[in-house]
Each structure stands twice: as structure tokens, then as C-alpha cells.
């Protein structure tokens, strides 16, 4: 099992900048991907980010050039940065841990685990 806690979310003004986090514990040495999703009423979730556990980053069109994704060394937190907020932004933000499966895994710990798991998000709210 994974749990997940997001953090860092509030009420800024548009060009202001914020860091998500999420706070991952339990198996996190099985987590293949950890995404960050966001959701604005009325709107499907969306992906706005993702990293790998090699370490690759992928960014949703709507954020490159605004968006940071990183982890710490443990792996037990992962963070996004938005600088240059605009309105468009405001959302409730969602991290999401993509398990290793099948081949993939690393090892026997990583058997019989639910293939992904949410947060419970964090409300980000921009203003003009």
C-alpha cells in the first residue's frame, strides 16, 4: 500500500509561484511513476506532470515552461513547482503513484499491490 498527501496548495495572485508536495510512505520503492494531476470544476483531471523512476520528467503542453517536478533523494517526497501562475491554474491538484507490475518489478515486495494510488489533492487557486 501507498498513501499520499498533498500540500502547498492556497489562494496566490496571478505570477506568483508555488511548490506542491507529496508526501508518499508505505511501498514507495515500488512506485514506477509518480504524476501530478489536475482537476478544475466542471473539467476532466488532466496530467500535468510525471516523473519516472529513472528518472525521466514529462510535462503536459499547458504547463512546459512554468512547471518543475522533482523528488527528493529517499523518494518519499515529490514536489511540483509552478511559477508564472495565471488563473488558468487554479485547480485541485492530485499526486498519483504508478506501481511496477508483472516484469517491471523490482522485486517481491512490489507483488500484489494495487496498480495506482491518489491523493486526497490540494486546492490551488489563482487570481488576477
Known amino acids: 500500500q501507498v498513501h499520499l498527501v498533498e500540500s502547498g496548495g492556497g489562494l496566490v495572485q496571478s505570477g506568483d509561484s508555488l511548490r506542491l508536495s507529496c508526501a508518499a510512505s508505505?511501498?514507495?520503492?515500488?512506485?514506477?511513476?509518480l504524476d501530478w494531476y489536475r482537476q478544475a470544476p466542471g473539467k476532466r483531471r488532466e496530467l500535468v506532470a510525471r516523473?519516472?523512476?529513472?528518472?525521466?520528467?514529462h510535462y503536459a503542453d499547458s504547463v512546459k515552461g512554468h512547471a518543475t517536478i522533482s523528488r527528493d533523494s529517499a523518494g518519499t517526497t515529490f514536489y511540483l513547482e509552478i511559477h508564472s501562475l495565471k488563473p488558468e491554474d487554479t485547480a485541485n491538484y492530485y499526486c498519483?503513484?504508478?506501481?511496477?507490475?508483472?516484469?517491471?518489478?523490482?522485486?517481491?515486495?512490489?507483488?500484489?499491490?494495487?496498480?495506482?494510488?491518489w491523493g486526497q489533492g490540494t486546492q490551488v487557486t489563482v487570481s488576477s
Open positions: 498519483h503513484a504508478a506501481m511496477y507490475w508483472g516484469p517491471t518489478t523490482p522485486g517481491p515486495w512490489c507483488i500484489n499491490i494495487a496498480p495506482d494510488f
Open positions: 508505505g511501498t514507495t520503492n515500488c512506485i514506477s511513476a
Open positions: 516523473i519516472t523512476s529513472n528518472g525521466e520528467l
